[in-house]
């Protein structure tokens, strides 16, 4: 039996697998996936991608391929009750967030983007970057100790071969095997409906006319179901609940039964439906007791189950991967110590609580059964999936500071650390930047227009530590050594400091420090050591 090193394992190549594959090699951390399916997925699943996530593609380099692949969707923005496609409209509203609207707030839009679509983008980057993907692989055991975690893997012919990695992301899944292996158990509301998705094929552009949606909610005496379409008009989804209390099973829905329900949701006995295949899944509110348990992490539907309804599961997954691949990477480099990665369980399990919770809400919601204390419990798009604030973690409070709620509303957001960094319009060589643009590698310096003296802090901080830090000064005007500037005057009030401040920027976007002058306590160099020694865990 073969044996062959990695520096981090990856069980799972599906989107948040694939993700991680793409941030940890844009890290430059050896990393391997194995993924038991032999490619991509070929079910839509998830098919909205909010602002954050686009922004996260947008710093691993990813974001124009996925703004083009999405093009054809872009009109795709209605919900709506019918019948059937070919019948009675019971009411349209469009309602997704994430458009021109939200200019002030950040540089990237919603993407409407079937999963299936989404997943060949990422596995071209994560190859492109040096990833070594496996697919048609899956992972018989594995096993953990002091120093790594070796693991048997099986190809499609039966050969097993030996893996050994300093650390094992477990990105499997709902019904995940690395973590029923580990042990770990969920809390929750556990599973709330069993369904079925249904990919099929069918010409129905005459049926739709002019009409695109994002979701259709179809109810007729046939079928009641959710159905969404791509850009093409030849292919789609429909999603039907059974009920195994009433006797009904997946062996319910042959190939037969699921034309039926298809036609019937089309309404149209004159277009021709072909079953592409089957994907069973429940809904459930579930999250695991913990994310990290010695060298393996679990990330995604691995680690939090979220109610679909909201799209905020695969944004949520992606977000793990994110905050999860830099602090392997720094780990696994040398430069953070081990504690850095048990601010991933801080950070990220109490997002996924509040994010499960807020799925939940919205299918009571939507579905007209809330309550009005639920109503008013109920966050909109933006405040779930941007306007977190970390409770503890790999950041640096500051000092004296009254605590901020768990999440609010972006807009509202100050440079606090602990929270994403605001985006704000800048310039560089004549041509606009926005903030964020200048975040994604190491650890990243501003300085605003009158604290260009932060400049041999961070250079000292770089030999004191060999952390990848890069300095920004935030001119007021255009400068002519390519320096970022300021000229709408906005950065400074956007991230809580005066004109000499500095803030400190994780890789991963999110604020980890900053001095609100120029003049902190003990000096700046010192100031920014001690913050950086605490973030590293050092």
């Not at 071969?161 to 477990?170: C, F, G, K």
């Not at 994002?214 to 046939?222: A, E, G, Q």
């Not at 004296?400 to 650390?417: F, I, K, S």
Request: net charge negative.
């Amino acid at each position: 039996m073969s044996t062959s090193d990695t520096r981090v394992l990856i069980v799972g190549g599906s989107l948040v697998g694939l993700s991680t594959a793409v941030f940890l090699a844009h890290h430059k951390v050896p990393c391997t996936v194995v993924e038991r399916h032999p490619s991509t997925s070929i079910h839509p699943r998830a098919v909205g991608y909010y602002p954050r996530t686009a922004e996260i593609l947008r710093t691993v380099g990813i974001e124009a391929a996925a703004k083009q692949a999405a093009s054809g969707f872009e009109k795709h923005k209605t919900r709506a009750g019918v019948v059937s496609l070919a019948g009675e409209v019971l009411f349209s509203k469009e309602e997704l967030e994430g458009g021109d609207e939200l200019g002030d707030l950040t540089p990237s839009q919603l993407l409407l983007l079937p999963q299936d679509r989404l997943e060949p983008i990422l596995r071209e980057r994560a190859e492109k970057l040096g990833a070594d993907l496996r697919f048609g692989t899956e992972l018989v055991s594995f096993a953990q100790d002091d120093d790594g975690v070796t693991a048997t893997v099986k190809d499609t012919q039966g050969t097993r071969s030996t893996l050994r990695a300093d650390y094992l992301v477990a990105a499997d899944g709902p019904r995940s095997t690395v973590r029923e292996a580990l042990g770990i158990k969920r809390e929750g509301r556990g599973v709330l409906s069993r369904h079925v998705s249904i990919a099929f094929g069918a010409d129905f552009g005459a049926v739709l006319g002019d009409r695109r949606y994002s979701v259709v909610h179809i109810k007729n005496d046939t079928v009641t179901g959710i159905l969404v379409h791509d850009d093409t008009l030849t292919e789609g989804t429909l999603i039907v609940g059974y009920d195994p209390d009433k006797g009904e099973s997946l062996e319910d829905f042959t190939d037969a039964r699921c034309a039926e329900l298809v036609s019937a949701a089309i309404g149209s006995a004159e277009v021709e439906v072909t079953v592409r295949s089957r994907f069973p899944w429940d809904m459930a509110e579930l999250v695991a007791d913990t994310f990290v348990q010695g060298r393996v992490l679990i990330a995604g539907d691995a680690a939090h189950q979220i109610p679909p309804t909201g799209g905020y599961g695969a944004n949520t997954g992606i977000a793990d991967a994110f905050n999860l691949a830099w602090k392997l990477a720094l780990v696994v480099q040398g430069t953070a110590g081990a504690g850095l990665l048990d601010t991933y369980q801080e950070e990220r399990r109490p997002v996924g609580s509040y994010t499960a919770r807020q799925g939940s809400l919205q299918l009571a919601l939507r579905s007209g059964t809330a309550t009005k204390e639920q109503q008013a419990a109920t966050d909109d798009a933006m405040t779930v999936t941007m306007g977190h604030a970390y409770r503890t973690g790999a950041f640096v409070p500051d000092p004296q500071a009254a605590r901020l709620p768990p999440t609010c509303d972006p807009r509202t957001l100050r440079g606090e650390p602990g929270t994403r960094a605001p985006h704000v319009p800048l310039e560089r060589d004549g041509a606009p930047l926005s903030a964020l643009d200048l975040f994604g590698t190491g650890f990243v310096l501003m300085a605003g227009p009158d604290g260009r003296f932060w400049a041999e802090a961070a250079a000292a901080a770089v030999t004191e530590f060999g952390v990848d830090l890069t300095f920004h000064h935030i001119t007021a005007a255009l400068q002519d050594d390519g320096a970022p500037a300021d000229p709408q005057g906005r950065w400074s009030a956007a991230y809580g400091v005066q004109a000499d401040g500095a803030v400190l920027v994780r890789p991963d976007g999110i604020v980890a420090w900053r001095s609100v002058d120029g003049a902190p306590a003990g000096g700046r160099s010192a100031a920014l050591g001690a913050a950086l020694r605490r973030i590293l865990a050092r």
